[in-house]
């Protein structure tokens, strides 16, 4: 027979569990669930409404919400989630090879593995408790067209004024040195991609992608766009600016460990999985390491840091206020 006792207690009991749930639930920092074509997705929140996604297939963040619900990221209205395609929009990856420039296949493959979560990654300085941390090692397969090991380290972590940070941590854990190149690649969300223009790039050399990477100089005080443009920008600036006229607001890009910068749109040029008029819609200003690559000793690990903010036009040439981020400035002072 139970007694009064006994059933206080197990009450007590109950009650202690449902707390306990309920605190472990609104702590978490991630969900994890299903994406497009039952694909494995995370969706980061950061408990004032914002939010990023990102499929393990890839490691590629395809969205990038504001407090309003408006996605700062495009993806392609006809991106293929169907491995071993690679997704179109979003953060593609382009790991260790960007483009052609290499014997791998273009952009590495990166873009086309499946990524696991980190339960317990090397420390990382942050304040943020919104992030997931995930980590791409090599493969057999991955052995047999680049004979190096690696542990690939990204952290995906929303600030608390909403902005996006993307740490890249490379490391050879191999017993030779290896080389490569790298670009994480914003498909950023514009009002029309006539209606913006790029700041931070001039006086900068650059390598035209269309003209078999033909060496120029930009003299340009800004990029504006009424054709195809694909440069490669060499020892830029760590912050480049997306002015959006219309929406009157810009799009401040933060980069370190990456002293290039890749600017891309492709307007009318026919891309087999981006859909005829999906080119208006946005613009891909990429954080790279392209003209020198990067060398790892064995053991060696290397850092890279990609910040994407959205602030009104007014604002995005005031001064920095770190103090108001999670990690890196990204709030600004009029």
């Known amino acids: 027979m139970m007694t009064g006792n006994n059933l206080g207690y197990l009450i007590f009991l109950w009650a202690l569990l449902v707390t306990l749930v309920l605190v472990a639930t609104e702590h978490s920092p991630f969900e994890r669930t299903k994406g497009i074509n039952g694909l494995d997705k995370i969706i980061v929140r950061d408990g004032r409404g914002g939010s990023v996604e990102v499929y393990l297939y890839g490691g590629q963040v395809a969205s990038w919400k504001n407090v309003k619900g408006e996605d700062l990221l495009v993806m392609s ?37 499946f990524w696991e979560i980190e339960a317990n990654p090397p420390p990382l300085p942050s304040n943020c408790s919104s992030k997931v941390d995930l980590i791409l090692r090599s493969s057999n397969d991955d052995m047999k067209i680049w004979s190096h090991k690696f542990e690939y380290r990204l952290r995906v972590e929303l600030g608390l004024e909403g902005d996006l940070t993307l740490t890249s941590r490379v ?18 969300a514009v009002s029309d991609i006539s209606e913006i223009h790029v700041e931070g790039l001039q006086n900068i050399d650059f390598l035209d992608q269309q003209k078999n990477r033909m060496r120029s100089t930009d003299h340009g005080k800004v990029i504006t766009f009424n054709s195809q ?64 690559p990067i060398t790892l000793k064995p053991g060696e690990e290397w850092k890279g840091i990609l910040q994407m903010s959205v602030v009104p036009s007014a604002c995005s040439s005031g001064k920095l206020d770190p103090k108001k981020s999670c990690s890196h400035p990204h709030t600004y002072i009029n």
């Open 229 to 292: 443009l694909d440069r490669i920008y060499l020892s830029t600036p760590d912050k480049i600016r997306i002015v959006d006229h219309k929406k009157k607001k810009t799009i401040v890009v933060h980069k370190e460990g990456q002293v290039d910068a890749v600017v891309w749109n492709p307007w009318e040029k026919k891309v087999s999985d981006l859909g005829v008029e999906d080119y208006r819609r946005f613009v891909t200003v990429e954080s790279a390491a392209v003209e020198k």
């Open 77 to 113: 209205s006809k991106a293929i989630f169907e491995p071993p395609a690679p997704i179109r929009g979003g953060i593609p990856i382009l790991f260790p090879q960007y483009s052609n420039t290499g014997p791998l296949p273009s952009h590495g493959f990166a873009r086309n593995r």
């Open 171 to 188: 490391k050879n854990s191999d017993g030779k040195p290896f080389n490569f190149t790298f670009a994480l690649h914003p498909y950023f």
